[in-house]
């Protein structure tokens, strides 16, 4: 974290000599330069004069552990950053690291070039311009409880988007956030455990950020929204994802404590899919019908002919048909 320290000092934007950042480093002014250099080559613009010293010009748009966790307010969550320029999968390597690291360790990458989606889809992450990131949890529920956690995945980044950027995207049952029709982030949970034990749920998000429309392939160009397409600037993605952990981990350990009534809440109060027709694919079973009501369970009601069907989980389509 010597890079993270260093930035951490350079951020007055004043200039330090480097015997002065030597001194506070505990470093020799050899290691400093050597520093300086390493952080040139990842993006930071940084001036030196010989006799001022070094100064921060600007900083690149990449989620360094070390930039998320400046001013961020949370106890456990973001706490642990496992950084990656490019990775297969953050839910992958998550899976991998969930037994030996503490709850709320969070996995990013720039880019995943075999990014996960549900049922087998793949999930477009291109280098820099999304958060990808995956969320390792550990959390004391009982299995029947913890379909809802990707509710709560889900109302934490709506709000989040609407606290920093004034705009509130809304939530497809279970698991996806849409805008004007479009989605603009996908949820993957996945339960992951040894010998039958729960050990851990990784909550892996994917949010649409920066890109426009052009740099979708063409194939879901049409259906896929970012932020920068509703806003239409660039936005700062290490701020959203510091303020995403922030409302999400007070919401997930209020629903730990007091249960979820506040997120259904939110789901039934920002619903894309209440009223709509939908149709389900739940393993081989497929139905349709019109959504009317998320339960007291997070269950999604439909009514088909006048029958009311409970779906705990599945896949849901929307289908224009009212
Ligand atoms: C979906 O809409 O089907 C879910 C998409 C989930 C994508 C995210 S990106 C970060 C994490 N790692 C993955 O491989 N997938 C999830």
Redesign the pocket.
Known sequence: MTLGRLVGLLAGHQFLSGQELAAKLGVTRAAVWKQVETLRSMGYEIEAYPRQGYRLLSRPDKLYPWEVAQGLETRFFGRTIEYYDE????????KELMASCPEGTV?L?ES?I??????G?K?F?PPGT?????LILKPQLPPTQLSKLTLVAAVALSQAIYDQLNVRPLVKWP??LYWNGR?L????TELAGEMGRLESV?L????NVNQKPADFPAEIREQAASLWMIKERPVDRKALLRHYLEVLEAEYFQALNNGFDGVLEYCRQYSYTLGRHVTVTNGAQTFSGTAVAIDGDGGLIIDQDGQHRKVIAGDVNLTNQN
Do not use: C, E, F, H
């Open positions: 990775l297969p999968s953050t839910n992958q390597r998550a996995v990458a995943q075999a990014g996960r989606g549900r049922l889809r999930w992450s999304g958060i990808w990131m995956s698991n996806d989605k982030s996908g949820i993957l990784i892996g998000v994917g949010l």
